[in-house]
């Protein structure tokens, strides 16, 4: 019986919250809009299945080259050290010395490419790649020089090298591929939009537009539970009063975004994808008025910006799928 009356007061909630939506949703002149999504879809989806630019994860295989160039590296300190303990001739303590310094700062430059490329600057990645690729050159030279003979380490080195080329050449093609995007996306009204928006329909390739639309919705609730969470945290850990009270008004705007995150799913379930897409539209609206809680005069970002902004990106696109379905 109480179960039957908290269910009947649900629904009534429910009710009033959803008209309250359309009502705002119909304010709004929505033609326009739609025209704009749907040129920039038509783009978007071009993009997105043009053969020309590839589907790979250039980044994911350029990471996984340089962390094994980095153990590689590693590896080859640990055998010059252990030679350095050994060696007993003059020529051969300096090379190894040297050698153990050249490899040293590779592996450090190799770390830094990697952060540069997690950073999207990847010219600074490739000079320190080139660099360590210079230090592990240097070493053999020394050889040569003082010694008249390769390294005790030169097929250690010629695999260390051909990694450091193997994550050369996969920042490349993951340069050439940003651009092919960049430049179909130029054409478009939001050109952020559609480059993510491209971004997630080649991770997601074979998936329908259905498919699509419920994937991003997914994931825009779990951004939204992210940022929900790291809001309960930081309840926890601060004391400035008035970080508090905006942190509390924040919690609650976004567990609305996320009660209407949710609430879009089985409206999609059941193709009624103008509801769907007015609840979620209506998440990025809970998500600014945070922002603007602590902005306020000041014109501060909030603690929850970087994560607001991914949010943000997540729920547009999935505004972008469920508006095209709607239009179908
Ligand atoms: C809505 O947009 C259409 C198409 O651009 C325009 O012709 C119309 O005047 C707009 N209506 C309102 C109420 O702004
Ligand atoms: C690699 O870089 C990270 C920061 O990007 C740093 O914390 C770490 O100590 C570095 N490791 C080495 C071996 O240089
Ligand atoms: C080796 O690495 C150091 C430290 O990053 C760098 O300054 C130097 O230019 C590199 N050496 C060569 C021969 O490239």
Redesign the pocket.
Known sequence: MGSLHGLLSFCFVLVLVLSSNHLTAKAHNKSTNQIKVEADFKIIAELAGKNSIPNADFKGLAKLALTKAISNGNGICQRVNSLLLKSSDMYTTRSLTGCST?YK??V??INKSLAALDAKKYGDAKTCIT??L??S??CEDRFEELLQRNSPFTFMKAKFGLLCLTGLKHINLLVQKERLITEGCSQTLDKELCISTVGFFQENKGLGLHGLAKLAVEKALQDGTRIHNHISVLLKTTSDKCVLKKLKSCSAFYLTAIGKIKASLPALDCNRYGDASTWVGAAIGSAETCEGVFAGKSNKISPLTPMKIEFSKQVSISLVVIKKLAGN
């Open positions: 050249n700062d590779a450090g430059l660099d360590a210079a230090n050159t240097k």
